[in-house]
């Protein structure tokens, strides 16, 4: 029997790998910002780099390559400068935006939901039908996920320009109303924001949970293991 491979950039060993790197950058992000050492905020700011090509870098692009090794070079300049820590105040603003404005455009006239769109194919996998309710229930919960993601980017900026010494309004001169140490910055954009997150998906599922007893998962668990199950080829073009 003939089993299919998973295409490049998309097996265990690469999803081993996409959440080390997920994670290892709050973790070097925070010490970079403790220690206020560059080179530790260029090593976070690699790994999203890498996080960021791993795709193309598994098909062996040559694009992606010669792309890694000029970031490396880049940002091994910048590691020795005060601008690699401050190129770390953008991640925690950026990535947050880009991920709301996904939630968003999905809600547009004419698109479906994005979080819709995910019960669907979860729904028609189990052979389980999708209901009028559960489906406004998925359409809210993605203007939802839009807005919490949008704040925690605008909590972000709002801290970025208030840090100190190297925050965006001291990097003009200018003193912030509410000045925050490195220190401060990174306890808000590195850890706090992942446990915003983690706690909107917790109270989410448990409200899901009672007013959707039916459904084709477990447990929380079980709910990820199912996501991961649909595919590369339904995540990319979900994204698009």
Do not use: K
């Not at 995910?118 to 406004?136: D, N």
């Amino acid at each position: 029997m003939n089993v299919a491979r998973p295409e490049p950039g998309h097996g265990p060993a690469a999803l081993a790998l996409r959440v080390i790197l997920l994670l290892a950058y709050p973790v070097l992000s925070h010490v970079a910002s403790l220690r206020n050492e560059g080179l530790w905020a260029a090593a976070a700011l690699f790994g999203l780099v890498a996080l960021c090509l791993l795709e193309p870098l598994a098909r062996r692009q040559w694009g992606a390559w010669l792309g890694l090794l000029g970031s490396l070079l880049l940002l091994l300049w910048l590691g020795r400068s005060p601008w690699a820590w401050m190129l770390l105040l953008a991640p925690p603003v950026v990535f947050p935006l880009l991920v709301a404005w996904g939630f968003a455009r999905s809600l547009l006239h004419g698109r479906i939901p994005l979080i819709t769109r995910i019960v669907q194919a979860l729904y028609a996998r189990a052979g389980m039908p999708v209901t009028a309710v559960l489906e406004r229930y998925t359409r809210r919960l993605t203007a939802a996920w839009a807005w919490v993601l949008a704040l925690l980017a605008a909590i972000n900026l709002g801290l970025a320009m208030s840090a100190v010494p190297d925050g965006l309004l001291a990097a003009f001169g200018i003193q912030p109303w509410w000045p925050v140490t490195h220190e401060q910055w990174s306890w808000c954009a590195n850890i706090a924001d992942w446990g915003l997150i983690g706690g909107f998906f917790a109270l989410e599922y448990a409200v899901r949970s009672r007013l959707f007893p039916q459904r084709p998962y477990r447990n929380a668990l079980d709910f990820m293991r199912q996501m991961g199950g649909l595919g590369p080829a339904f995540w990319r073009d979900l994204l698009r």
